[in-house]
């Protein structure tokens, strides 16, 4: 598997959408055909590009799902509510369709299962996409690292991948904590409200244990969970960060 | 409306510009001299292009613009080092 592209060549292709999954009531998985693919490493995204019958071009970029293991190259949108980009994905697009697609791309948001230290991964939302291709790449490879997930939604409702992360928790060295931040159902033992300071103190592993820590969520999540991070004391250098916006609609 | 993100949202049009990847390369800014590499640069991206400014000094070290599907890249103030 080439694991570089060559100098120059990002291309565009087309895609072949072979399937959808509806995640969450907002967010679907797209799961592709890509005849060109050289192969990706978890974390990297893609870029999108739709065009408008009049020739007007939309560009968005969007996570990799699935592990470099897996078959196909898995996206999973989130719609967001007057997006250009993401509604199409969500609402019309369907299996057989064509979309064009640039990637993979990133070489810094990426986890390699041969690296070592615990595995601390924190996301926001759909910020969990390339978490998800980390996680299954960590399963897939099943180096001897620790993982722990801390991820943060409105409801559990909103909770993209749960059955696979409540599977993946089964997992003697992976541990999947969810905070809840607006709604959380009777008896929930998760935490509830955003992940703080002192969520984190508890949750993430010290500094010493030299975690290798993956952030990634819409940008005021990211801002306040690596502020927290360093106020604990976690080196700022083992901290990678991922932002997301309105623009990723 | 701009909004804050960071040197991630502009991977694939540098990956374009540069022919190689881009987001791991280490980045001088010339005015403040912070040594960044560029996912964690501060990227407005609701401009007609995106732009680009130092984490620490705001000040904008980069600026990102497509015209007619081609992908064109300023360096005002960022010293982009050889990777590794």
């Known amino acids: 598997m080439a694991r570089a592209a060559l100098p120059g060549r990002l291309n565009w292709q087309l895609g072949r959408v072979v399937d959808t999954i509806q995640q969450t009531h907002r967010a679907k998985s797209l799961v592709l055909d890509l005849p060109n693919w050289p192969g990706h490493r978890a974390g990297q995204h893609v870029d999108i590009r739709l065009t408008s019958d009049d020739g007007y071009q939309a560009q968005r970029g969007y996570s990799i799902a699935s592990a470099p293991e897996d078959d196909g190259v898995t996206l999973t949108v989130d719609r967001l509510e007057g997006g250009e980009v993401s509604p199409y994905l969500t609402d019309v697009v369907e299996p057989g369709d064509e979309i064009e697609v640039r990637g993979p791309i990133g070489g810094y948001f990426v986890w390699d299962a041969s690296l070592s230290g615990p595995l601390l991964l924190i996301s926001g939302g759909s910020g969990i996409v390339p978490m998800r291709a980390m996680l299954r790449h960590w399963a897939a490879a099943h180096p001897p690292v620790q993982v722990r997930l801390l991820h943060s939604a409105r409801s559990l409702d909103d909770v993209i991948y749960r059955d696979e992360l409540m599977r993946l928790a089964a997992f003697d060295e992976a541990d999947v904590r969810i905070a809840l931040t607006r709604v959380w159902p009777e008896g929930w033992r998760g935490h509830r409200g955003r992940i703080d300071r002192e969520f984190l103190l508890g949750a993430a592993w010290a500094a010493k244990d030299q975690p290798r820590i993956y952030v990634c969520g819409p940008t005021g999540f990211v801002e306040a969970a690596a502020a927290a991070l360093v106020e604990n004391g976690q080196r700022p250098e083992t901290i990678k960060t991922e932002r997301f916006g309105p623009t990723a609609g | ?84």
Do not use: W
Request: charged share 15%.
């Open chain 2, 1 to 84: 409306m701009t909004y804050l993100l960071d040197g991630n949202a502009i991977a694939g049009d540098l990956f374009a510009a540069f022919g190689r990847e881009m987001t791991d390369v280490v980045g001088k800014c010339r005015n403040c001299g912070t040594a960044s590499v560029v996912a964690e640069l501060c990227v407005y991206a609701r401009a007609p292009g995106a732009v680009a400014r130092c984490p620490i000094c705001d000040a904008v070290v980069m600026v990102v613009v497509t015209i007619g599907g081609e992908c064109h890249v300023h360096l005002p103030a960022l010293e982009l080092q050889e990777p590794a």
